[in-house]
Nanobody
Framework: QVQLVESGGGLVQAGGSLRLSCVASGRTFITLVMGWFRQAPGKERELIAAITRLALNTHYADSVKGRFTISRDNAKNTVDLQMNSLQSEDTGVYYC?????????????WGQGTQVTVSS
């Protein structure tokens, strides 16, 4: 089992920045592919960023490319999502996810989610 706890959500004005963090426990972190998902109001949950075990590869949804950056610290068992130039369309619940891969779909563990609200 893997436990994931997110932090860092909140209310921000359009154009602003937020940094989400997720700490993992229960399994050797370096064995896990990590991702961030977003569920906007009335929409399905979507993968917006992912990172491989040694951070050699990353993936971003087109909607966040160039604005969001995913990173991980294998010594601290954390994965972060730096979100810049936030837009109202970025509003939603953000979930940290972990799994054995592949990067775009192999997730078995989920955090409780953290709300991000972008006001225009």
């Amino acid at each position: 089992q893997v436990q994931l706890v997110e932090s860092g959500g909140g209310l921000v004005q359009a154009g602003g920045s937020l940094r989400l963090s997720c700490v993992a426990s229960g399994r050797t972190f370096i064995t896990l592919v990590m991702g961030w998902f977003r569920q906007a109001p009335g929409k399905e949950r979507e993968l917006i960023a992912a990172i491989t075990r040694l951070a050699l590869n990353t993936h971003y949804a087109d909607s966040v490319k160039g604005r969001f950056t995913i990173s991980r610290d294998n010594a601290k068992n954390t994965v972060d999502l730096q979100m810049n130039s936030l837009q109202s369309e970025d509003t939603g619940v953000y979930y940290c996810a972990a799994g054995l891969g592949p990067m775009k779909g192999g997730y078995d563990y989920w955090g409780q989610g953290t709300q991000v609200t972008v006001s225009s």
